[in-house]
């Protein structure tokens, strides 16, 4: 019996060692090629691609590199230049195409190319980071074609005669940061960025002015649940945003959106029902030495005209925009002229400057005094009819019944109400949740001062919602002055 113990514990020690072994394997398998052309692992990029495997890291050295085919990709490799002002990849007319996932290149000048980066077979997940792309001549330059591709940080530049300078096909890709300046495309319908079919795609902080063509067209009806935001569109020969039988729940929002020729918002084919062009949660501001939390637009140039009344940088009267949508929140200053921050709860009361109070005692000064009074309502006092929702017994694909909700105002302004689903709450709300026939994000109702409206809530259970039983969660109607 005591040496059978032994053995067993033996037999655990073993084993951990070997899991212990194969852990140290691993991590001593990844290594980092150079290429340059002295002094280096390799002289040229092909190479060292041929000799690296999985996980590895090629470093390119500053100098021109020059490729006279194709470079194919299928492994899943870093590949990172010194600088990418003076480590340019010269395509000669040719293309990368990563084949595998997780693939990253950053800090290089691709120069001449077909496409510059066409991700294909099992390419997920790229990133493209910190590169220039020059010149390239093929119709779509930059193919974006798998999902979850990241191209962050880029500039784009001296490209002529395509018809999308990036091409995005595929669903979570996000082009954050990059610059994109003084193309030329082919004809009235050349796109800088195209979005075709693209679900879930994130357009932000990107500098996209003065080319010709549009720059950004959000193309087919997959393209749904896209957001533009922090980005600066204006200059170009064409449309700025182009909403082309595009699908549900997009939204813009604190762009820079203006004398782009071709007009800054434009249509073609069936509109979508759920299209925002305002913050979807409240966001904090600053602007003009006042701070605030609330919702926001877009800044329009010329092409709105109202006017700021209380100073907070926010128009004071709506924009519309295609005689369906409106700009709720027109930003009157460029979004650069904003602090933003991350939002907040509440929409606290603007703030207003102090009146120095008249002294009645100052000499030389004689009057009556008249007493006053008044009944100061409340500027905003609103209340609903009911403080929950049951929406009963649904399957997948159904739509519930509508559920009446009866917003009251005894307040002393007319009110805005809006609606959000918490983080906390399930996706099902947040995914089929609609108030008076608009995606929960874009309700948006008035309620004048002293009266009462109703708004239906429905509740549409996705048709790929699997889980069962009873579901909760958190419904918040927002109110502000209008």
């Known amino acids: 019996m005591k040496n059978t113990n032994k053995t067993k514990t033996f037999g655990k020690v073993l084993l951990l060692s070997f899991l212990i072994l194969l852990a140290l394997t691993g991590t001593a398998a990844a290594k980092e090629w150079t290429v340059g052309s002295t002094g280096a692992d390799f ?25 006279a085919a194709n470079i194919s990709i299928g492994k899943t490799l870093t590949i990172e230049g010194e600088n990418k002002e003076n480590v340019i990849l010269d395509l000669g007319g040719y293309t990368i195409i990563p084949k595998k996932e997780n693939f990253v290149i950053r800090n290089v000048t691709i120069a001449n190319g077909s496409n510059g980066i066409n991700l294909q077979t099992n390419a997920a997940n790229a990133l493209i980071e910190n590169c220039i792309f020059d010149g390239l001549t093929h119709k779509d ?9 990241v191209f962050k940080n880029n500039i784009v530049r001296n490209m002529d005669g395509f018809t ?12 954050i940061g990059n610059t994109i300046s003084g193309l030329s495309g082919s004809g009235n319908a050349a796109r800088i960025i195209c979005l075709e079919n693209a679900t879930n795609a994130l357009i932000e902080g990107n500098t996209i002015t003065n080319n010709a063509g549009e720059a950004i067209r959000i193309w087919r009806v997959d393209s749904e649940n896209v957001v533009i935001t922090k980005n600066t569109i204006s200059g170009n020969t064409q449309k700025g945003i182009y909403i082309y039988n595009a ?6 929002y604190l762009n820079d959106i203006y004398n782009n020729k071709g007009a800054n918002v434009a249509s ?89 109070p008249v002294d009645p005692t100052q000499p030389g000064k004689t009057g009556n005094s008249i007493s006053m009074t008044a009944n100061i309502l409340s500027a905003v006092s609103v209340s609903f009819s009911i403080d929950s929702l049951d929406f009963g017994d649904l399957a997948a694909g159904q739509t519930s019944a509508p559920k009446e909700l009866e917003i009251t105002n005894s307040g002393g302004v007319d009110v805005r109400v809006t609606a959000e689903v918490t983080s906390s709450s399930d996706d099902l709300y947040k995914r089929g949740l609609w108030i008076d026939n608009a995606f929960w994000p874009n309700y948006e109702k008035v309620v004048g001062q002293g009266t009462t409206e109703i708004s239906e809530v429905v509740l549409k259970v996705p048709t790929d919602y699997a889980s069962t039983g009873n579901v909760d969660g958190t419904l918040i109607m927002w109110v502000e002055a209008c």
């Open 164 to 175: 999308n300078a990036i091409h995005v096909t595929a669903a979570d890709v996000q082009l």
């Open 141 to 149: 330059g930059i193919k974006l074609a798998k999902d979850g591709a």
């Open 247 to 252: 699908g549900e729940n997009n939204v813009v």
């Open 268 to 356: 073609y084919g069936t509109l979508p029902e759920s299209f925002s062009f305002n913050s979807p949660t409240n966001v904090e501001l600053s602007y003009g030495g006042k701070s605030w939390t609330g919702k926001a637009g877009n800044y329009w140039g010329d092409d709105y005209d109202g006017v700021d009344t209380n100073g907070n940088g926010i128009g004071s009267t709506q924009k519309s925009i295609l005689d369906k949508y409106a700009d709720l929140y027109p930003l009157t200053d460029s979004i650069s002229a904003y602090g933003i921050g991350a939002g907040g709860p509440v929409d606290p009361v603007d703030p207003v400057d102090p009146v120095d």
């Open 43 to 67: 002289q040229t990029l092909p190479e060292a691609i041929t000799a690296a495997s999985d996980g590895d890291s090629i470093l390119i050295r500053a100098g021109t590199y020059e490729t």
